[in-house]
């Protein structure tokens, strides 16, 4: 018998299957890490590993610069710190909230995150081969993300997106 919800899928727009993609790429890597992390805090992770970046690091001292004339700046800024120490406080990462890089806070992954991080990865790949993501498919996902990137990018560049 088949699944009652397959019928439902074989209707969906494109931007309902690509959620229910990551919907289930994110259940897999949950079920199978090591650790318990809530979804935000896996990407959370992987953000503080391209803010180590040097360029990103000198983008987000720019961005903080402009943005402490704003208002609602401590506000964001203590809600960001606070998700960050929840990482820190397992192990994950570091945060220094006195660097001296121009930033009001930094964070570093420790050995325990990189090796949270690399597990993370490796049960992505395991998924892609789960549910059978070929070369074919990797060309037509990397030509959808060229294409869609942008949208994503301008807006948080507006937005001065930093935290």
């Given amino acids: 018998m088949t699944h009652p919800h397959l019928k439902a899928i074989e209707n969906m727009p494109a931007s309902s299957l690509i959620g229910i993609v990551e919907e289930s790429k994110m259940t897999y890597v949950r079920e199978k890490l090591s650790i318990h992390l809530h979804e935000s805090q896996v990407k ?4 503080v590993k391209k803010h180590e970046k040097p360029h990103h690091k000198k983008i987000r001292v720019k961005q903080f610069e402009k943005a402490k004339k704003d208002d609602l700046f401590n506000l964001h800024l203590g809600l960001y710190l ?82």
């Fill in 82 to 163: 606070k998700k960050y120490e929840k990482l820190a406080k397992i192990g994950l990462i570091e945060v220094d909230k006195q660097p001296n890089n121009g930033l009001e806070y930094d964070c570093t992954l420790t050995p325990k995150g990189i090796e949270i991080l690399d597990e993370i990865i490796n049960l992505e790949k395991e998924w892609e081969d789960i549910v059978g993501i070929g070369d074919d498919d990797r060309e037509v996902l990397k030509t959808l993300a060229i294409n869609s990137f942008e949208i994503s990018y301008n807006h948080k560049k507006k937005q001065g997106f930093i935290f």
């Fill in 44 to 47: 959370l992770l992987k953000q």
